[in-house]
């Protein structure tokens, strides 16, 4: 009877790895993400939006409860706020957006290779002004483990392990490469030196302290603009 019961669970096995889904434009082509109990979340908001997978086409796709697992560079998806949560098939994406109270959210897939310092990933960031993409913001979660050490991590502690959220910022250089810049003028100003002075001038004469993504954005778009 043991010898029945362990073949049978070595044949759902093998017939559960078999399957390969393939996406349709219907985000229910998916599969299964375990999670651990750890502080914190690996995803990019709390709540969970309802919204789309963008095709290659433009087309997008029926709408699921969604978000971005940014820890492990996964968009996924719910079939309801109490199911579990899946990973989403998206090689056909080229974005998403998310409903939010505050307005869309909508992210744009970037190869490592488009960023002045080559990036070994290909993921999903933040379009600063849509549809313009001269300024993204990158979303990532560090798994900080205060017990981490040699071959022991907090997954044999009591300790609990805590996601920490790091968000950069990245412009459209003039290398049409995406650089990443701080929240400083002197920073937005080495990227853009041939126009170092229009700049400037712009900067001051519409009182413009770079204290967001926004603010960059309207210096970067203004350097286009005297092309």
Known sequence: MKYLIYLSIFFISVLTQAQNPVNSGDLSDGFKIMRNDLKGSPFLTQKWYVGHGV????????PQIMNYDIHGNNLVY???ENEDVLKLLDNNFTGFILKAETGELIFT???GEQFEKNKKDTKYYQIVNPPSRLVVTEFYKELDDPNASGWTSSTQSTKSAEYD??????????KNKYEEVKLKERAILKIFDDKKKELESFIN??????NSPEDLFKIVEHYYSLK
């Not at 959220?165 to 003039?174: A, I, T």
Request: hydrophobic share 35%; proline share 7%; glycine share 4%.
């Open 55 to 62: 095709l290659k086409d433009g087309k997008l796709t029926t």
């Open 78 to 80: 719910k079939a309801n």
């Open 109 to 111: 897939k970037i190869p």
């Open 165 to 174: 959220l790091e968000v950069d910022y990245y412009v459209l250089n003039p």
């Open 205 to 210: 004469s519409n009182d413009i302290d770079i």
